[in-house]
């Protein structure tokens, strides 16, 4: 079930991460501590990925796994081959972008649970996402189900139960990837709540006390001795503290939720939305090589503004809307292989590209 909705959130997210996340912290553009403050993407992201599966049509166990390959897993393949690519262009122009031996790159490159060594800035560093996602997808069912199943104030215990986890394990030698499983399974869970409560009116006054909550109770943690201020270092990996700060900020984000979806709908920008909604995965993918395109142009106007805050501003904007933009070409040319889902019937399967599905809807 379609959820116009939904589509526009899910578009304005993926393009605040590839335009204003990255453009924040990829590129030089300040180092005060309060541009941490922008980063609450992913639990917004998460939150969706729960909300989408609350309104999809729910097939068996084994079908749902065998239809995220397709989803994830090939267009994930075919990044790793354009770069194992660039690597062999590089290679015949003497030179490389990886230290590793050439077998452990190609299949480091194509293990979606690993990171393959390169010294080129950007490509790599958005692929923390791929495991702590797949480690994610196999207990997404599972998650609903027991969502399903409890009634009344009984199905927030599990938020309540992975909010303790989060705490307890955010000081122990677990696994970065393991502590982001944890973390965002509590966003999963919360976008289950998303078909029962999106069309409820939570007055200003209740919205702004609860936000008011949240942020001082936000306030009072980092001022103590057992976190900081820095929303970066919160999230990486993600402690009781970040938790906090996405509830804070989703609460600030739900109380102007109708100004966003308006300006999500708007002429022109929509046609943006709908790309990003509908290729959002290839855009994440690939947004390296539009940052690797602008930066040279970036640090040189950059260079240019000194220390003026104004001009910096801007330069800013521009870069932001230039990310948006010319990032688009890479769904123009990978977006194939994002959008097409087995089909699953009682003799075969079938694969059936998705945008002539959503064409017959």
């Known amino acids: 079930m379609r959820d116009k ?4 959130y899910r578009g304005l997210i993926m393009m605040y991460v590839v335009g204003v996340i990255h453009t924040l912290f990829w590129f030089p553009v300040s180092n ?5 403050l922008f980063l609450f993407e992913m639990a917004v992201v998460f939150f969706i990925t729960g909300a989408s599966y609350s ?3 729910k097939k068996s166990y084994i079908k ?3 239809s995220r390959v397709p989803r994830v897993i090939v267009p994930y393949l075919i990044f790793g081959l354009f770069v194992i690519f660039i690597q062999y262009i590089a290679y015949i122009l003497g030179t490389s972008i990886t230290d590793s031996p050439i077998n452990i790159f190609v299949y480091d490159t194509l293990h979606p649970l690993k ?7 950007f490509i790599t560093w958005h692929l923390w996402f791929m495991p702590v996602y797949l480690l994610l997808v196999p207990f997404i069912p599972p998650m609903f189900k027991l969502f399903e199943s ?3 104030i009984f199905k927030f215990i599990p938020l309540l139960f992975i909010a303790i986890l989060v705490f307890y394990f955010e000081n122990t030698t677990l696994n970065i990837d393991f502590k982001s499983v944890i973390f965002y399974a509590f966003w999963i869970y919360t976008g289950f709540f998303y078909t029962k409560f999106k069309d409820v009116n939570i007055s200003v006054v209740k919205n702004i006390a609860i936000s008011l909550i949240l ?12 976190y900081v201020l820095n929303m970066s270092t919160n999230k990486f990996p993600p402690n009781f503290a970040f938790l906090v700060f996405t509830m804070t900020a989703f609460s600030f984000l739900y109380m102007f939720r109708k100004v966003i979806l308006k300006f999500g709908d708007l002429p022109y920008i929509r046609n943006i939305v709908d790309i990003y909604s509908a290729y959002g995965f290839t855009l994440y993918l690939y947004q390296p090589f539009t940052y690797l395109l602008l930066q040279p142009i970036y640090l040189y106007l950059f260079n240019l503004t000194g220390y003026n805050f104004v001009l910096r501003c801007a330069l800013t904007l521009i870069n932001i809307v230039a990310v948006i933009l010319i990032n688009i070409i890479f769904a123009k040319t990978f977006g194939r292989f994002e959008n097409f889902k087995l089909k699953f019937n009682s003799s075969n399967i079938n694969i059936k590209n998705n945008m002539d599905m959503k064409k017959a809807s």
């Not at 005060?32 to 941490?36: D, F, G, T």
């Not at 990171?115 to 800035?121: D, E, S, T, V």
Request: glycine share 8%; net charge positive; aromatic share 8%.
């Open 215 to 226: 942020f001082i109770a936000l306030v009072l943690i980092v001022k103590g001795d057992r």
């Open 55 to 57: 309104l999809s049509s």
């Open 115 to 121: 990171k393959p060594g390169i010294f080129i800035p």
């Open 5 to 8: 909705k939904l589509d526009i």
């Open 32 to 36: 005060h501590v309060l541009k941490s």
């Open 64 to 66: 749902y796994l065998i």
């Open 150 to 152: 409890l009634k009344g």
